[in-house]
């Protein structure tokens, strides 16, 4: 049977593995910023939508993302090490069953405190799935086609956004929207998804060949500060953290952002207070759509920029529109509902440029040191993101107005991005799939 792009039938079942993870992975991590608004007062005995309420779910809105964020790095980095220290295939199957039973343990959270402790849990195992799926990916397709695999990989993630969405629009919009008190304890309940399709994956999975025929087990971290490697380390990091700082920032307070808008309208309006909480879900999904569809999309576009182009190139061009859309959508004078559907241009540039790196990490990184190099890259980033949460937390105290105008200055870092451009290394291949040399 001929499959699409010259790939095995097993080659497009390892990408769909890594694909599933990934945007498990995405629904596990974002659940908890729709579900806050009644999760914190409940589990802090404190009155549902209340000013004190309010207030202390934007204080741990903060805290549970940079918990994530650090939690994130700290697994990225680790289970990277392990996918090269014992393989790609299990690391990645440890790793979906790790965030889905932390995110699902929420549901049964009896206090704030052990409410952190299973997200952080589940955000290990979030930050590993990445580095072990991206790898594996990598060593099983053709090398001509990394690109086309790797953005298509990404492309779970907008579908992982969505599905976010979707549930808490599920649960608490339409099935309990009359019992906030618990509704959020069923969207927890949904994490469970992911165990289920990891036990489906371990009955096919397979290590690489690549991997398999490696002698060395023994990678180390130091080793990707060596003379020889640290300016490949010094690129991904550069490009993945500029990356990180830009998603993170804005997408923290999105749920929280879009909600605001759509109350503030709303009072503008007259609407009761159920028709209110039905106008919340709507806005949230409005904005997480347009996010993640422009998301998708230029996911995709990163393909034909690298492979025409350079990835150089395309790390150029997607950090100048990025700060580009950041200015328009929080800088322009727009009615509330036109800063939503903005969002899809953030998503085309801001969220579309992560297509790229679940094929440039694994390019610049030898075999024994893939997974590895690419975890650390990838999420050591996070850990310096890990401050934002906090500071847009500190500002959403002046309300909507003073949030968009802090957001606004958010495009300076994908402008850092544009700066840094002549440290990175070029890892495009040629048709036949052999490295280039870099410049």
């Known amino acids: 049977m001929r499959w699409p792009w010259g790939m095995s039938g097993y080659q497009w079942t390892v990408v769909l593995a890594a694909w599933l993870g990934w945007g498990f992975d995405i629904i596990d991590a974002l659940l908890f910023n729709y579900v806050a608004a009644n999760c914190i007062p409940t589990l802090l005995h404190l009155d549902i939508g209340s000013p004190e309420a309010l207030e202390q779910t934007k204080r741990y809105t903060a805290l549970m993302a940079s918990v994530l964020l650090i939690g994130w790095a700290v697994g990225g980095i680790f289970f990277g090490w392990l996918a090269d220290k014992i393989g ?15 995110t699902a343990l929420c549901a049964a959270a ?19 799935e990445w580095a072990a799926g991206a790898a594996m990916v990598n060593e099983v397709v053709p090398a001509s086609r990394r690109a086309d695999a790797g953005a298509l990989l990404y492309t779970s993630a907008p579908f992982g956004l969505i599905c976010a969405a979707l549930i808490n629009k599920l649960v608490v919009g339409y099935w309990l929207p009359d ?18 399709a990891a036990v489906a994956m371990r009955m096919v999975l397979k290590e690489p060949e690549t991997f398999s025929r490696e ?3 023994n990678p180390r971290l130091r080793e990707l500060f060596s003379p020889e490697l640290w300016p490949l380390t010094r690129s991904g ?27 503030a309208h709303a009072q503008s309006l007259g609407l009761a207070e159920t028709e209110t909480a039905q106008m919340v879900t709507s806005w949230q999904l409005i904005a997480t759509a347009c996010f993640s ?3 998708f999309i230029g996911t995709l576009m990163t393909v034909p920029f690298a492979n025409r182009y350079g990835r150089k190139t395309m790390f150029g061009v997607y950090y100048s529109c990025s700060a580009l859309a950041i200015m328009a959508t929080f800088g322009l004078p727009l009615a509330p509902i036109h800063r939503l559907y903005m969002q899809f241009f953030l998503g085309l540039t801001v969220f579309g440029v992560f297509g790229s790196f679940t094929y440039y990490l694994p390019e610049l990184f030898p075999t024994r040191l893939r997974a590895t190099g690419s975890g650390f890259c990838y999420n050591v980033g996070r850990i310096i993101t890990a401050f934002g949460p906090f500071l847009v937390g500190a500002v959403s105290k002046g309300g909507l107005d003073k949030i968009e105008d802090t957001l606004f200055w958010v495009f300076l870092v994908p402008f850092f991005g544009v700066m840094v451009l002549p440290w990175v290394i070029e890892t495009k291949v040629n048709p036949a799939g052999t490295d280039l040399p870099s410049p």
């Not at 295939?89 to 965030?99: A, D, G, M």
């Not at 953290?241 to 605001?260: C, E, K, Y």
């Open 293 to 295: 569809v422009g998301g």
């Open 88 to 102: 790609r295939s299990r690391t990645l199957l440890l790793t979906i069953v790790l965030y889905s039973l932390g």
């Open 215 to 217: 002698g060395d087990r």
């Open 179 to 196: 019992h906030p008190e618990y509704s959020w304890r069923v969207v927890f309940l949904f994490g469970l998804l992911p165990a289920l």
């Open 237 to 263: 990091f550069l490009m993945a953290v500029t990356a990180l700082i830009s998603w993170w920032t804005l997408s923290t307070f999105q749920a929280g952002l879009s909600g605001g808008l759509a109350k």
């Open 110 to 128: 009896p206090n704030v405190e052990f409410l952190i402790f299973c997200r952080i849990i589940a955000s290990l195992g979030i930050g590993g």
